[in-house]
């Protein structure tokens, strides 16, 4: 059936102004769909206004499959329904773009929107003062309340607002000021929110060609700055990606008569400039070893040869040998040419009253350096006096510092190999398919992946990497997503699914629109996230920075104590005559030596390497398995973690509740019956009510009408008004038969027992206050639900499921998967009060679910586990991220944080013995007893590698492997299947314990 060029599509089910990016995301990926419009009116209806491409034809279907697809209810209507008639405020104009597709966002970043004005603009605040949820919706509401403001949406972790206004009616200093009102603190970003372009410009000849493009290009729709330089001949733009693109600013341009293409690529600047630094580091160290070999084989075995030795023991002056002079001339430059920035490094630290590594390696080597030319002098000064010189020990120090910290950044180079290997992804080019007016193809042609805009259509061949995400328009393939989800095999793709930017098409040709660019794919989400991951700090890491802290000055002291006690013994009689000899009778010379290894075997570094490395391997090695995990203090938390609780619908079954079974009670027959009933849910949120739909639509193939009188109890049922005057109400005993006093037989009751029984939800119907019909909806729990309870259970966490079923469906579903502890008919919004509940226990809690309605127990959870969530990575609320649907990835998330935390504590045990058994060492405990001094100079080598050794042995984390959980029960005697049954019962908490109304399936 075709449409007319524009019709009303009802949605029911939008919880806030957050669901209006996607709905209008699931309606714009329709094929013929130009544009749509779906401001947040009521979560029982809201109205999207769909504009269809000329001659497009759409069938009804098409739109209320697309919105079923994303858990919406949608009813079709070609002329403007009554209700919203007197609502204009709720019809913008349709917006000319779809945004990014995405699931409902969670608590932490919901969003407010009222009724679209006129030309608006976005500013984004950092605020301050934030602790949960109810901030967020507290400064949402008041903003939103503001004149002029179209919407709000705040991000708790992120600590960020971004405000859509009215230029025109209110500023970016007013609403700064609102935010203040309330007590929290905010400042005025001055970035946009969008994506930014630098293009080279040619033709510009004057300053008044820069004015002239300025001044055009801000006029330009969805254009939020301008910059051009005329020196450069370039220009940078920032712009609303759901407005303009690239391809419309160079178009843009060049009508002015300039040309304008996209700037050379450049390297990722960080990978450009460790490998600045990577090479900066390679010279010095070839220059130092170039001035160094020669003086360590002039220290060391010039003396050995006897040939040599004459040769280079002549005097070049009275007291100044040849070998001397060579020693001074090499080492000079070693010590103040390579090893300035050492000093230069200590003093910055010492000026501001901090000490680092650098203080110690200035000490260490001047030391040596500066006592080997006092002796050289006193030589020169009194020939007779003979005395040792250790430019060596100065000059092999600083090469030895050199190549621990060349080998340690090759090292470190390496734990980030999982993020380049992420950003390698992302092809340079894609295949444009250019359409007519008419959307029929023209012309096809090869474009810079920068050039790509949202609703493009795109060629992907056989063999290439898909270049950003979209949704298949035709054809069909397998496709690898295995970098990005970790899933092994293949995934098959044909209209209507959705792809992932930077994943392998492999077997077939497909045609994809355009649903995100740029910064917004889920490739550039997944890279962005695991970056700042790496960069928070764990708490433990605390304890390496308190320690780092006082570290120079403690080596500092030790190293004076150590000189003062071996001055002392060096002139006593109990001091042994071998090391009398060794350093010519000298007690200052054994005494400086000693201290000189103190100082420089002392590394705070491997301290403070210890957690950071293990993070930066850890969550990239999470990131190639699908599993994001979000900083240091999850990966701290996780591994503590004993409890952790199971939403039921979507993350332990499949999440797609089906009528399985109808048993009748009155009159009407199967399809009358579906026809009032299937009409009420088309108005509910609720999975009851999509099951119900579905059923009706799909399986009996019927034609619903919009209900009117829509009544909806959220945890209980439904009442409305179908056609004329039937009153259908459909809700759990509670709703149909105390509300509405609608009598139930016992025979009845029976039966919806015996469904519950068997993990059945069991609903009740009721047409004009009569019983109608029982009505038994199943959700079919996931193949790896138990294996992985299971798995858990052997770990030591005890697993817990929190649903909205009464009591005998939760037993029965908590019996199929191996829950023996269940928290019954709780509603969504007070999961969290459950997660409370175990923390008070003394538990640390774990909370997994679907990032849609689970967000505030996520967030209260020590660890917010959200499952299933593809691309849409950025789920606030939830510290761990599993891209897949699949329970098992929960298991491989605590196993990596383990792994990982059991790492770091590796890496601070082998810090903390390098540093308690090496300074002792250094400072001649054993020396006493018989063994030889440690020199200086193999002191300094042993901190050098001691960094070293913490990167490499965060570097094993590389070899992590994802624990193997077969789905495939194993065989059981009979008794040994009593026994488990026996060892599973399950402890349910009940409605009268927990005080909690049935919620959902």
């Not at 709720?90 to 969003?111: C, D, G, I, W």
């Not at 006897?306 to 040998?321: D, K, N, T, Y």
């Not at 790492?903 to 601070?908: D, L, W």
Request: charged share 20%.
């Amino acid at each position: 059936m075709a449409l007319g060029q524009e019709l009303y599509v009802v949605v029911g089910g939008m919880s806030c102004g957050g669901c209006t990016g996607i709905v209008e995301s699931a309606l714009g990926g329709v094929p013929g769909v130009q544009s749509v419009s779906a401001p947040f009116v009521s979560r029982q209806a809201s109205l999207a206004t769909v504009t269809l491409q000329p001659g497009a034809q759409v069938e009804p279907s098409q739109l209320v499959a697309a919105l079923d697809e994303m858990d919406f209810k949608a009813a079709v209507s070609f002329t403007l329904p009554d209700e919203f008639a007197s609502a204009p405020e709720a019809l913008p104009s349709p917006k000319p773009t779809v945004p990014p597709m995405r699931k409902a966002p969670s608590a932490e970043l919901s969003q407010v929107v009222v009724a679209p004005v006129g030309e608006v603009c976005k500013a984004v605040f950092a605020v301050g003062g934030m602790t949960c949820a109810a901030c967020v919706g507290t400064i949402e509401n008041y903003v939103a309340g503001q004149p002029g403001v179209v919407s709000v949406s705040v991000g708790l972790l992120a600590e960020k607002a971004e405000v859509t206004f009215d230029r025109g009616r209110t500023s970016h200093e007013a609403i700064q000021a609102a935010i203040q009102d309330i007590g929290y603190q905010a400042t005025h970003l001055a970035q946009h929110e969008g994506n930014s372009l630098t293009l080279s410009i040619g033709g510009m000849t004057c300053a008044s060609c820069v004015g002239i493009i300025e001044s055009f290009m801000r006029e330009q729709k969805g254009v939020k700055t301008v910059a051009v330089n005329l020196t450069t001949s370039t220009g940078k733009f920032t712009y609303d990606t759901d407005l303009t693109g690239p391809r419309t600013l160079i178009a843009a341009i060049e009508q002015l008569g300039f040309t304008a293409q996209l700037s050379a690529d450049r390297p990722d600047m960080d990978v450009l400039l460790k490998k600045q630094e990577i090479a900066a580091l390679r010279r010095e160290l070839k220059w130092a070893l170039a001035f160094s070999l020669p003086v360590f084989f002039i220290g060391m075995f010039l003396h050995r040869i006897p040939v040599l030795m004459e040769l280079f023991e002549r005097p070049l002056l009275p007291g100044l040998s040849i070998s001397h002079f060579l020693l001074f001339v090499l080492t000079t430059p070693v010590q103040f040419v390579i090893g300035k920035k050492f000093y230069v490094s200590a003093w910055k630290m010492l000026r501001h009253g901090g000490a680092n590594m650098d203080v110690l390696i200035s000490l260490g080597t001047s030391a040596a350096y500066f006592y080997s030319v006092l002796t050289m002098l006193l030589n020169i000064r009194r020939p007779e006096y003979h005395g040792l010189v250790f430019f060596d020990t100065s000059a092999m120090l600083i090469s030895f510092i050199l190549i621990g910290r060349y080998c340690e950044m090759l090292a470190k180079g390496r734990t980030s190999e999982a993020i380049q290997k992420l950003m390698s992804l992302q092809p340079p080019t894609a295949i444009l398919v250019m359409l007519d007016d008419n959307g029929q193809r023209v012309d096809e042609r090869e474009v810079p992946i920068d050039l790509i805009q949202r609703g493009d259509l795109l060629k992907v061949v056989p063999g290439a990497k898909i270049p950003t995400d979209g949704v298949v328009v035709s054809g069909s393939s397998t496709v690898d997503e295995a970098i990005i989800t970790g899933e092994a095999m293949p995934v098959a793709k044909a209209q209507g699914d959705r792809v992932i930017g930077g994943t392998m098409n492999q077997t077939g040709l497909l045609n994809i629109k355009a649903m995100r660019v740029g910064d917004e794919t889920g490739l550039a989400q997944i890279i962005k996230l695991v970056q700042d991951a790496q960069t928070e700090k764990a708490p433990i890491q605390g304890l390496a920075d308190r320690i780092s802290s006082i570290f120079v000055p403690i080596v500092v002291t030790l190293a004076v104590v150590t000189f003062v006690f071996w001055f002392a013994l060096a002139q006593s009689a109990v001091f042994p005559q071998s090391l009398r000899d060794q350093y010519s009778e000298s007690p200052f010379l054994i005494a400086l030596l000693f201290s000189i290894s103190v100082v420089v075997i002392a590394c705070p570094c491997a301290l403070g390497l210890a957690t950071p490395t293990a993070i930066m391997v850890g969550t990239g090695v999470g990131a190639t398995n699908g599993v994001l995990i979000k900083g240091g203090l999850t990966l701290e938390r996780a591994h503590k973690i004993s409890a952790i609780i199971f939403d039921k619908t979507g993350t332990l079954t499949v999440g797609k509740p089906a009528v399985v079974e109808t048993v009748l009670v009155g009159q009407l027959n199967e399809r009358q019956l579906y026809a009032l009933v299937g009409s009420a849910e088309l108005g509910s949120e609720h999975p009851v009510g999509h099951a119900i739909v579905a059923h009706s639509t799909q399986h009996l193939q019927l034609q619903l009408a919009d209900p009117t009188r829509f009544d909806s109890k959220s945890g209980a049922g439904i009442l409305c008004t179908v056609g004329a005057k039937s009153k259908v109400a459909v809700g759990n005993r509670e709703f149909i038969v105390v509300q509405q006093r609608v009598p139930v037989p016992a025979q009845v009751e029976q039966t919806m027992h015996a469904f519950e029984l068997r993990g059945m939800t069991a609903v009740l119907a009721a047409v004009d206050d009569q019983l109608a019909a029982v009505i038994a909806i199943a959700d079919r729990v996931k193949p790896e639900a138990r294996a992985t309870v299971m798995t858990l259970r052997r770990m030591g966490i005890e697993p817990w499921m929190v649903t909205g079923d009464n009591e005998t469906t939760a037993r029965e579903i908590a019996r199929q998967v191996g829950i023996r502890n269940v928290y019954a008919q709780v509603l969504p919004s007070q999961k969290s009060k459950k997660v409370a509940e175990l923390h008070s226990q003394g538990h640390v809690v774990a909370m997994v679910g679907d990032g849609i309605n689970d967000s505030p127990a996520l967030a209260a959870a020590d660890v917010g586990i959200a499952i299933g969530c593809g691309t849409d990575i950025a789920v606030e609320a939830a510290s761990m991220v599993l891209v897949k649907n699949d329970l098992r990835d929960v298991v491989t998330a605590i196993d990596l944080s383990k792994r990982t935390f059991n790492r770091i504590r590796m890496n601070y045990m082998w810090a903390m013995v390098y540093n308690l058994c090496g300074i002792p060492l250094a400072a001649g405990v054993l020396t006493p007893f018989g063994f030889p001094p440690l020199p200086p100079m193999l002191a300094g080598l042993a901190m050098a590698f001691s960094s070293v050794s913490v990167v490499t042995s965060s570097l094993m984390l590389k070899r992590y492997k994802k624990p193997t959980i077969s789905v495939t029960p194993k065989k059981k005697d009979s008794r040994r299947r009593r026994d488990e049954s026996k060892s599973d019962e399950i402890a349910l908490i009940s409605a009268a314990e927990s005080d909690y109304l049935y919620a959902e399936v």
